[in-house]
């Protein structure tokens, strides 16, 4: 099993920042792209921002400039930075990961944190 384990998030200020983390922890071979998703109420789940093992970006057009996801594979942690944040950016912001396992054969599967509110209001 494979757990995903985000910080970070809060409320703040129009213009204001914050920076999320997650962390993947189990049994495991190796993770292959993660990201971050969001969602608010009655809205489906949207990208915001996904990196690549080797580092390769991309990045919704209503965070890119502002937004910037980075990790750190030998943490097997990713994080976002949100810069110049707006009431828009209010949601439940969610850590994706790709990860290969081994029963019997390899395998890739798709999991998710629990989580975390950023709301921006002022």
């Known amino acids: 099993q494979v757990q995903l384990v985000e910080s970070g998030g809060g409320l703040v200020q129009p213009g204001g920042s914050l920076r999320l983390s997650c962390a993947a922890s189990?049994?495991?071979?190796?993770?292959?792209?993660m990201g971050w998703y969001r969602q608010t109420p009655g809205n489906q789940r949207e990208l915001v921002a996904t990196?690549?093992?080797?580092?390769?970006?991309n990045y919704a057009d209503s965070v890119k400039v502002r937004f910037t996801i980075s990790r750190d594979n030998a943490k097997n942690t990713v994080y976002l930075q949100m810069n110049s944040l707006k009431p828009e950016d209010t949601a439940v912001y969610y850590c994706?990961?790709?990860?290969?396992?081994?029963?019997?054969?390899?395998?890739?599967?798709?999991?998710w944190g629990q989580g975390t509110q950023v709301t921006v209001s002022s």
């Open positions: 189990g049994s495991y071979i190796s993770i292959n792209t």
């Open positions: 990196i690549t093992t080797g580092g390769s970006t």
């Open positions: 994706n990961a790709n990860v290969v396992l081994l029963k019997y054969v390899t395998y890739v599967a798709d999991y």
